[in-house]
């Protein structure tokens, strides 16, 4: 069985950053964030593959959002800058078994508990 811990939400004024970090047991997965925001569905944030060679981000993201892992810790790191409102999310991190680049779900096998992003203005 594979555990995702994540850590590093919290509370940032706009304008400001955090760094969200994805503890993983086991093997060495393709991973991904997501979030969820207050009465919206889950929104795809970014993709990193096993060796990291691969990463896409969602639309929204780019451009302010890094991803990126060490594989020696198996830990994957979501680098957030110049956060805003609409970045207030639970952050959740997943892992996928296969070797496809997903940006959706339900191709996730494992998923992390969430923590919490909240951006004040």
């Known amino acids: 069985q594979v555990q995702l811990v994540e850590s590093g939400g919290g509370l940032v004024q706009a304008g400001g950053s955090l760094r969200l970090s994805c503890a993983a047991s086991g093997r060495r997965y393709s991973m991904a964030w997501f979030r969820q925001a207050p009465g919206k569905e889950r929104e795809f944030v970014g993709f990193?593959?096993?060796?990291?060679?691969?990463?896409t981000y969602a639309d929204s993201v780019k451009g302010r959002f890094t991803i990126s892992r060490d594989n020696a810790k198996n830990t994957v790191y979501l680098q957030m800058n110049s956060l805003n409102g609409e970045d207030t999310a639970v952050y959740y991190c997943?892992?996928?078994?296969?070797?496809?680049?997903?940006?959706?779900?339900?191709?996730?096998?494992?998923w992390g508990q969430g923590t919490q992003v909240t951006v004040s203005s």
């Open positions: 997943a892992a996928e078994t296969s070797l496809a680049v997903s940006h959706r779900g339900e191709q996730y096998d494992y």
């Open positions: 990193i593959s096993r060796s990291g060679g691969t990463i």
